[in-house]
């Protein structure tokens, strides 16, 4: 599904940002990514929605390789991995429902399709109640179901969610975390960068561990919780 | 090809409005710029064409008058004739015989002494004076047609008012001069003002746009909006001035016509439905062409999708 092979990424400062970085994530995996802040995540994100281009190296996404896909063929590249990020990211002049439509409207799907999906996403985050409510009027775990629902409405093979409980108390952070283990139960593979060691530890799912734009380890918890 | 979604199309159409909105400010300061660019256009184009229309009229009244050589016999005249009525510049030729040139002569000249004329029945004074009177289309010709005429063979004097055709022809020149130089400042004006108003427009909505490529918006889609900003801008600027000098022409018309009857002989107003059978596409044309110009020159600088 997700396959970097000695991706490099080098900004103009000199420092590579990422070092010979080869990964494979299958179909229906749910995958930490874990790193220290300038460990090279967000950078690794923004080559995985080809925000970036890497400076060497080659990925492959749902068998696309991302360096043949041309400026006009990225919107419908992204359609396909949905993202959640730390700081929400929501509209914050329109209420739940219109930040979950906006997904769908973006992708200029049909009217009629919309107002069948929001709301069945709005229940699968458990938040079909405060469909009126605006971002503001709603606790963070709240916000980031939200951020969730929007990313999953356009059905996405892949989520990819940045820090997605890093603004977020204990409670909100593991209803965050269920959640997203349901998504991937579902069949969504789901690709989480955090630097939380006991989401990570207790998740007991694959991890794939970064320091210094390299890739240091790669499995369960137990595995590289040496690192 | 593809299609464009109906409900696309007017949730863009829905976005640009809210854009207005959001950034109202702006908006109306560019929309009050649109409007006096437009509203000086049309009043530059009212006084323009009225003005034209009256150096029309008094061109139409401006000849050069050929007289020819003594004993010269009719057949020579309608030679000549015939060799002025081919030149391009040449509008009409009318033949003026020595007796019509009496006549008209004695009418301005013994006018309520009559009986002073009769004694001249059988010794036209102005026997030598039978002319071509020759009419322009366009003034500015006068001096190369006075050239040729003075070299055909039988032509003794040319007569010509330069003074007023070369005043007319620089009057309208200046007129056209400053009035495209002033329509293009304020064209320019109005560009940068759009242009200001739709890279705030971009600030404003940084995330959301930001958040939209995320998902998977395509460049079209992004940009659609800001488009639909600046065409309405362009709308709403040319249609406020229109409606403005409609009620101004007609106002005008009328108080010139009540108050100023004397001045009616020579001062005749084109007809509103003329003036803005031309007015009201060049201002809707302009100020949406404007508006897209705007709009689509600050995007290319300010928004890589």
């Known amino acids: 599904m997700i396959k970097l092979e000695h991706v490099s990424k080098l900004y103009q400062e000199g420092v590579p940002a990422l070092d010979d970085v080869s990964i494979n994530i299958e179909k229906g995996e749910f995958v930490f990514i874990m790193g220290k802040s300038g460990s090279g995540k967000s950078t690794l994100i923004k080559l995985l929605l080809k925000e970036l281009t890497p400076t060497e190296g080659e990925i492959y996404i749902s068998g696309k390789k991302l360096s043949k896909i041309n400026h006009k063929a990225i919107p419908n590249f992204r359609r396909n991995i949905g993202v959640v990020f730390q700081n929400f990211r929501l509209l914050q002049d329109r209420n739940v429902y219109e930040n979950v439509a906006f997904a769908m409207k973006v992708v200029e799907a049909p009217t009629r399709e919309i107002k069948k999906r929001v709301p069945l996403m709005l229940s699968l985050v458990n938040l079909a109640a405060k469909y009126k409510s605006l971002p503001r009027q709603l606790s963070g775990g709240e916000q980031q179901r939200v951020a969730i629902a929007r990313a999953l409405v356009n059905e996405p093979e892949i989520l990819l969610a940045d820090e997605p409980t890093g603004n977020l108390d204990d409670t909100n952070a593991w209803e965050i975390m269920r959640l997203l283990e349901e998504i991937n139960e579902r069949g969504t593979t789901v690709v989480v960068v955090t630097h939380n060691a006991e989401i990570v530890r207790k998740m007991n799912k694959r991890v794939i561990y970064i320091k210094r734009g390299q890739v240091v380890g790669d499995g369960k918890w137990g595995d590289i919780s040496e690192i | ?305």
């Open chain 2, 1 to 305: 090809m593809t299609s464009v979604r109906f409900s696309t199309i007017t949730y863009n159409i829905g976005q640009g409005f809210k854009n207005i909105w959001r950034n109202k400010l702006f908006s109306l300061a560019s929309i009050a710029t649109m409007t006096a660019c437009i509203f000086l256009l049309g009043l530059f184009y009212s006084i323009g064409a009225n003005f034209s229309e009256m150096v029309h009229t008094a061109e139409e009244g401006v000849a050069v008058t050929v007289f020819f050589d003594a004993g010269i016999t009719q057949e020579q005249i309608d030679n000549i004739g015939n060799e002025i009525k081919k030149r391009g510049e040449v509008r009409d030729v009318k033949f003026v015989s020595a007796e019509e040139a009496w006549d008209s002569f004695k009418v301005e000249y013994f006018k309520g002494r009559e009986e002073l004329a009769e004694g001249f029945v059988n010794d036209n004074p102005l026997a030598n004076q039978a002319n071509y009177e020759i009419y322009l289309n366009d003034v500015s010709m006068q001096s190369s047609l006075v050239t040729y005429l003075e070299s055909l063979d039988g032509v003794r004097q040319v007569n010509q008012s330069e003074v007023v055709a070369e005043t007319l022809s620089d009057v309208n020149k200046l007129i056209s001069l400053i009035f495209v130089s002033f329509i293009i400042i304020l064209i320019a004006i109005a560009i940068f003002l759009i242009s200001n108003t739709i890279t705030t427009g971009i600030a404003v909505r940084k995330e959301e746009i930001a958040i939209m490529k995320l998902i998977g918006a395509k460049d079209s889609f992004v940009r659609a909006p800001f488009i639909v900003e600046g065409i309405a801008i362009g709308l709403i600027g040319s249609i406020i001035p229109l409606v403005i000098l409609l009620f101004m022409y007609k106002s005008v018309m009328v108080y010139v016509t009540e108050k100023f009857i004397f001045l009616t002989n020579f001062l005749t107003f084109i007809p509103v439905h003329e003036i803005f059978e031309v007015l009201v596409p060049l201002a809707l044309i302009l100020g949406i062409g404007i508006g897209y110009i705007g709009s689509r020159m600050t995007l290319k600088k300010h928004l890589k999708v």
